[in-house]
């Protein structure tokens, strides 16, 4: 049998996680004995807190939890969820209102699933995570991309939105704190966002998973925005703020309406996450931010360094991120210069230049929707970050 023949449309036009890629490669040269250091990934270096942990310990030993949870998850965790919103957040939902699932990334999957028809359009502010526009397209939906700038941190302005918006726009997705650049929407700009959406039948699809890495200011919602709240949906989780990433735990904030919708369909795709991640989290919302304050202040401390590093490479152009532990820096200066027989034509083509031949992994900016740039993770140790830019500063000085 030829297999691609039997393999479905959605699933070959589906392309393959670049951030998933390039941990692939990175492993493969490990296993040749490579040291391989590893700003790729967008997972904290740090253990899930030891509170945490204790709380899936005991809810293993209570023996309650081994059987299928609630498909939206359980209603303690559910109810703990909607008070955090309102502790941290200022904002009024019910549990009825919030649907777990097995991270922000299903999330995303269950409400795009739950709202788009064939050649709707979904708004999507670029650079974006890799995984908006594939799972738009899995929903057999169509995304539309606004590129934020460099000069304006990568913020995409309400102007641009309004342009973007025609009558087969059915939602608008972005992410504050953003995945990959670091950028962080103030209240103000996403007054603006929130004037150009309200009273139009569009959902907003708010990303907030970075919501506790959040460098300079208090976070903020385009939820808070009476206007627009009854056509937000919330995406957070547990992976990035507590070090969870293995948990597999996140959640939406809907309208009941999606909240049914999303509740449907997890139904009929993997039902609830795990029970014993789910008490594991029910501590983490009702815990002390103490060891998520911790991951913060050494967060910030990366960042200065990685900044004070990449400035002293010539042709490299940065931001300063606000948010999230990535740094988005634009490598446009070294396409079409070359090492030996390698050409860098692309980003794509510096990220494998800089795997094989300074052994640092990164990912490249194409598949963030910005070509120019590519996408250091510095959720990684001081020793890592010092070796790993001094050595792509090394590999860079041999383009010519």
Known sequence: MDTPSVLSRRLLSLSESA???????????????????KLNLGEPDFETPEFIQKAAIDAINSGKYFSYPPVPGYKDLREAIAKKLKRDN?????????????GAKQSIANILLSI???DDEVIIFTPYWVTYIEQVRLAE?????IKGELSNDFKVTANQL?????????AVLFSSPCNP????????????????LKDKDIIIISDEIYEYINYNKKHESIAQFDE?????VIVNGFSKGFAMTGWRLGYIAAPIWLAKACTKLQGQVTSATCGISQRAGNAAVNGSLKDTNIMLEAYKRRKRLVIDLLTKIPGVKCNNPEGAFYIFPDVSFYFGKKNNHTVIKSSS??????????????????????ENCIRISFAASDEDLVEGLSKIRSSLEKLR
């Not at 951030?19 to 250091?37: C, D």
């Open 116 to 118: 788009l028809n064939p």
């Open 181 to 196: 650049t670091g950028a962080v929407f103030s209240k103000e700009e996403l007054k603006e966002i929130a004037n150009i």
């Open 90 to 102: 200022n904002l009024d939902y019910s549990f009825e209102q919030v649907v777990v699932s097995t």
């Open 349 to 370: 083509d510096l990220a494998m230049y800089l795997l094989n031949d300074a052994h640092v992994a990164v990912v490249d900016g194409g598949a963030f929707g910005e």
């Open 228 to 232: 627009v709240k009854g056509q937000t």
């Open 162 to 170: 309004a342009k973007a918006i025609t009558p087969k726009t059915k």
């Open 141 to 145: 939906g169509t995304p539309i991309l």
């Open 19 to 37: 951030t998933l890629a390039m941990a692939s490669k990175a492993r493969e040269l490990q296993e040749k004995g490579r040291k391989v250091i």
